[in-house]
């Protein structure tokens, strides 16, 4: 079965200063990973996909996330946050097994960035 | 750019409507999905389809039905709408990864 937490609903950091959002996945089989991003009122945007390529997995925006397989963690990260960078973000994984159909959104992680 | 369009970004419907919801993509994907999203429920997968005239119920179905008459458009309708049903609807094409529309944000009064 199919998994994921995103462990913060709500994260905030001040400008300039790095931002880590949290997300744990399960998967019966070697799961695709995603992280998008959505602005107020938008639909999503994929910021970065793990797809059993390199672990450390670098996205738009300055973003990137390491698969970890040990910990069955997929972690955002960005050393420097903007104020452009608040907005909702949704860890997904998707079984590849089945083509991508069963797929899971985490609830969301809520970024707040302090001038 | 690759695109996922809704025809509507806001709409207001009674309840009772009849209500359709369109979705284009141009990228000639075949997996096309909605979904509604709701604060504190994040996205709930009400359909989708892998072909022109199939489809698949998601998480939700009830309420709702869709159409796939060519492989770009993917339309979901609200047979009867109803106060529940007001909600923001995204759709999305998928190859590898989702490309998501704008979303439709539908109020039900």
């Known amino acids: 079965a199919q998994s994921v937490t995103q462990l913060d609903s709500h994260v905030s950091v001040s400008e300039g200063t790095p931002v880590l959002l949290r997300c744990n996945y399960s998967s019966s089989y070697s799961p695709s990973l995603f992280w998008y991003v959505q602005h107020p009122n938008k639909g999503l945007q994929l910021l970065l996909k793990y797809t059993s390529a390199a672990t450390l997995v670098k996205g738009i925006n300055g973003f990137e996330a390491e698969f970890k397989k040990s910990e069955t963690s997929f972690h955002l990260t960005k050393p420097s946050a903007h104020m452009s960078d608040a907005a909702e973000y949704f860890c997904?994984?998707?079984?590849?097994?089945?083509?991508?159909?069963?797929?899971?959104f985490g609830a969301g992680t809520r970024l707040f960035v302090k001038a | 750019d690759v695109k996922v369009t809704q025809s509507s970004r806001y709409l207001v419907k009674r309840t009772g409507e009849k209500v359709f919801l369109e979705c284009v993509q141009d990228m000639d994907h075949e997996n096309m999905f909605w979904y509604r999203q709701d604060p504190g429920l994040g996205l709930r997968l009400i359909y989708f389809?892998?072909?022109?005239?199939?489809?698949e119920k998601g998480d939700i179905p009830e309420g709702y039905s869709v159409s796939r008459e060519k492989k770009e458009r993917f339309s979901l309708i609200l047979e009867s709408a109803s106060t529940n049903q007001t909600s923001m609807y995204l759709c999305?094409?998928?190859?590898?990864?989702?490309?998501f529309g704008s979303g439709t944000r539908l109020t039900v009064v």
């Open positions: 999305a094409s998928q190859s590898d990864g989702y490309t």
């Open positions: 997904v994984v998707s079984d590849k097994r089945t083509g991508g159909f069963k797929t899971i």
């Open positions: 389809s892998y072909d022109v005239k199939m489809k």
